[in-house]
């Protein structure tokens, strides 16, 4: 064969390449828009970062950063199966009847792939509040943003370490949810507490995304979100003794967000306050209407192909087949 000849069937490889990655993203696009016009996947279609960024480190999640958000969620849900949660406004949570471990959903990940991509695209947007749409063709999703004001942490701390800070607020917002209301939840109410999502019964996948970066506190409108609390509990974490305080915010804000000032940086360093975002999505569930939060009942008593977690003594998980 000769050169040329090599040339041009290299160029017809390259083009064929090319042509195909391009149909699989169209397909995407139109995929995800045929969702939601409002959909993450759909207003952001590029994995680029948002206009609003500034100086934003994109961290993508290791596995052992999925492991322990994985685990860490897994372990609580354990304990509200049980019955053991006593905390509630008011309390003490009943035990389920069969509440779902989020589980593997292969032999090498516990991850659900899509969902910490929806979420990745979301959280690099730099817009710490949740998104307006992020269902998959297969499921429902509930969505959870956590923003941690890194600044206020005593040393550095690696991200790893600092994935409990941003999942623990979560389990706690227990403290604000009415035991009456397991047996009834509005999941349309997109505003509703982060709980919800870590103790919905049927949900079985997560997948979550982190993105570190600078906010202008004098520009908390155009961001959208009330980034003045944390500014205020910085303040209050300075003149206080307790330098161990770690300030956070569990986002379920609705807000619009504004881009007219998206190209203003402030050029003095000491008004820039430095945040980590997690998002972490969840599925499946059916917002369209309400139903309980988890079936009330002795745990264990788990669906036909699914069966009781060999890690986790309450909660039940899905067999997989060989």
Known sequence: MSHSTRLYFSFLLLANASYLASTEYDHDVTRYCRLCKLHTMCRYPFDDVGATCNNIDSADLEPQDADAIVHQHNEYRNVIASGEETRGKPGPQP????????????????????????????????????????????????????????????SETSSFHRIPFHVQPW??????????????????????????????????????????????????????????????????????SNSNNVNSITSGSSG??????NNQHLNSAAHLQRLEVLVCNYGPIDRTTPRNLYEDGMPGQCPTGFDASQRYEYLCTFVFKH
């Open 95 to 154: 035990p389920a009847k069969n509440m779902m471990e989020l589980v593997r959903l292969t032999f090498k990940t516990t991850w659900d792939v899509e969902l910490a991509k929806v979420a990745r695209r979301w959280v690099i947007q730099c817009i710490p509040k949740k998104d307006e749409c992020r269902d998959v063709d297969q499921m429902g999703v509930w969505q959870n943003v956590h923003i941690l004001d890194v600044d206020t942490l005593e």
């Open 256 to 261: 619009s967000t504004s881009n007219n000032n």
């Open 171 to 240: 389990l706690d917002d227990v403290e604000n949810f009415d035991n009456a209301e397991v047996g009834m939840v509005n999941y349309t109410e997109e505003e509703r507490r982060p709980y919800i999502g870590v103790a919905a019964g049927k949900i079985s996948r997560i997948g979550c995304g982190r993105a570190m970066y600078s906010v202008n506190m004098q520009e908390a409108e155009t961001i959208g979100t009330n980034m003045t609390q944390i500014q205020k509990k910085k303040n209050a974490t300075t003149s206080s």
